[in-house]
């Protein structure tokens, strides 16, 4: 019944933009917090960026601060990550991540792949 389905992947250059979407269903999406994480091959999944259940508070790797944006629509059950000023180093597996803050919920998507190459 739960659903995190991501879009938006796909093959950019480095200096360009993408812009990933997750649709929610089947929970209160305004009761979770939002997360995107992202895996890279032979690394381990990082937290890439956080925003709260509201949209008044986010916060971001240190690594793409001031190149990436989460924002959400509780209206639409959508959270997004804007990408600009894209590096190699982000090529990754993107998931979708929704945390309830008092409960400890977990649920993820099936992830997107974002691949930065010339």
């Known amino acids: 019944q739960v659903q995190l389905v991501e879009s938006g992947g796909g093959l950019v250059q480095p200096g360009g933009s993408l812009r990933l979407s997750c649709a929610a269903s089947g929970f209160t999406f305004s009761s979770y917090a939002m997360r995107w994480y992202r895996q890279a091959p032979g690394k381990e999944r990082e937290l890439v960026a956080f925003?709260?259940?509201?949209?008044?508070?986010?916060n971001y790797v240190d690594s793409v601060k001031g190149r990436f944006t989460i924002s959400r629509d509780n209206a639409r059950n959508t959270v997004y990550l804007q990408m600009s000023s894209l590096k190699s180093e982000d090529t990754a597996v993107y998931y979708c991540?929704?945390?309830?803050?008092?409960?400890?919920?977990?649920?993820w998507g099936q992830g997107t792949q974002v691949t930065v190459s010339s």
């Open positions: 991540n929704a945390y309830h803050p008092l409960y400890g919920d977990n649920y």
């Open positions: 925003i709260n259940t509201v949209g008044s508070f986010t």
